[in-house]
T-cell receptor, first 114, second 113 residues
Framework: RKEVEQDPGPFNVPEGATVAFNCTYSNSASQSFFWYRQDCRKEPKLLMSVYSSGNEDGRFTAQLNRASQYISLLIRDSKLSDSATYLCVVNRRDSGAGSYQLTFGKGTKLSVIP | DAMVIQNPRYQVTQFGKPVTLSCSQTLNHNVMYWYQQKSSQAPKLLFHYYDKDFNNEADTPDNFQSRRPNTSFCFLDIRSPGLGDAAMYLC????????????FGPGTRLTVL
C-alpha cells in the first residue's frame, strides 16, 4: 500500500462547481498534514494545513480523520484559477535524523472549465 | 522577495557530464531538502541536511551527492547524469517542528542530451 494515496483525476468541473478531493495515508505515526497546490512546471506551494477540527480558508475547507487516516479538501465556487494539481502531503518525524519528512501523494489534477 | 532561490532555473547537460545545482535560502532554516520530480509523479526525496548532518534516502543512487557549506547554501551534484536523471529538481527548507511545513524553491529543470 502506498504511503499517501490520491485519486489522480483529472477532475474536470465547470466554473462555480464544488469539488472534493480525498486522500488516505498508511503511516499512523504521521503527525501533520497539508494540502499543496502545484501549477504546471512550477514548484509545490502550501495551500493549507489540515487539522482534526477541520479548517477553512475562504472557499477551501480541509478535514482530517485520524481514525480513518483520511484527509479531504473541498473547493467551493471553483474559479478558472483553481486549475492545478493538488498534492496531499503527510509529515512525520524521521527518528534517525531528528528532522521531519514530507511524503507526497501523486496529486489530483483539477481543470476548471468556463 | 524570494526566500528559497535555485540556480540555474534550466540546466542542459550532456550524458555523463557532471552538473551542479544550487540552492540558497534567506529563512535561516535548519533543514534543507533535495527532491527529484518527474512528470506526473510526486516529488521524491533524495536527501536532506539537518544543520550539518547529511541524511541520505536508502534508494538514492550514488550518482547523486550533496554539499552544504553553510546554513544558507546547499548544492546537488550529479556526477554522471544519465537520460533517466532528466527531471525537475526541487530544493526545500524547513524549521524542525511537526507543524512546520516546507518552503520550496522554483526548481531547476534538468535536460540530459
Amino acid at each position: 500500500r502506498k504511503e499517501v494515496e490520491q485519486d489522480p483525476g483529472p477532475f474536470n468541473v465547470p466554473e462555480g462547481a464544488t469539488v472534493a478531493f480525498n486522500c488516505t495515508y498508511s503511516n499512523s505515526a504521521s503527525q501533520s498534514f497539508f494540502w499543496y497546490r502545484q501549477d504546471c512546471r512550477k514548484e509545490p506551494k502550501l495551500l493549507m494545513s489540515v487539522y482534526s477540527s477541520g479548517n477553512e480558508d475562504g472557499r477551501f475547507t480541509a478535514q482530517l480523520n485520524r481514525a480513518s487516516q483520511y484527509i479531504s479538501l473541498l473547493i467551493r465556487d471553483s474559479k478558472l484559477s483553481d486549475s492545478a494539481t493538488y498534492l496531499c502531503v503527510v509529515n512525520r518525524r524521521d527518528s534517525g535524523a531528528g528532522s521531519y519528512q514530507l511524503t507526497f501523494g501523486k496529486g489530483t489534477k483539477l481543470s476548471v472549465i468556463p | 522577495d524570494a526566500m528559497v532561490i535555485q540556480n540555474p532555473r534550466y540546466q542542459v547537460t550532456q550524458f555523463g557530464k557532471p552538473v551542479t545545482l544550487s540552492c540558497s535560502q534567506t529563512l535561516n532554516h535548519n533543514v534543507m531538502y533535495w527532491y527529484q520530480q518527474k512528470s506526473s509523479q510526486a516529488p521524491k526525496l533524495l536527501f536532506h541536511y539537518y544543520d550539518k548532518d547529511f541524511n541520505n534516502e536508502a534508494d538514492t543512487p550514488d550518482n547523486f551527492q550533496s554539499r552544504r557549506p553553510n546554513t544558507s547554501f546547499c548544492f546537488l551534484d550529479i556526477r554522471s547524469p544519465g537520460l533517466g536523471d532528466a527531471a525537475m529538481y526541487l530544493c526545500a527548507t524547513s524549521r524542525v517542528s511537526a507543524q512546520d511545513t516546507q518552503y520550496f524553491g522554483p526548481g531547476t529543470r534538468l535536460t540530459v542530451l
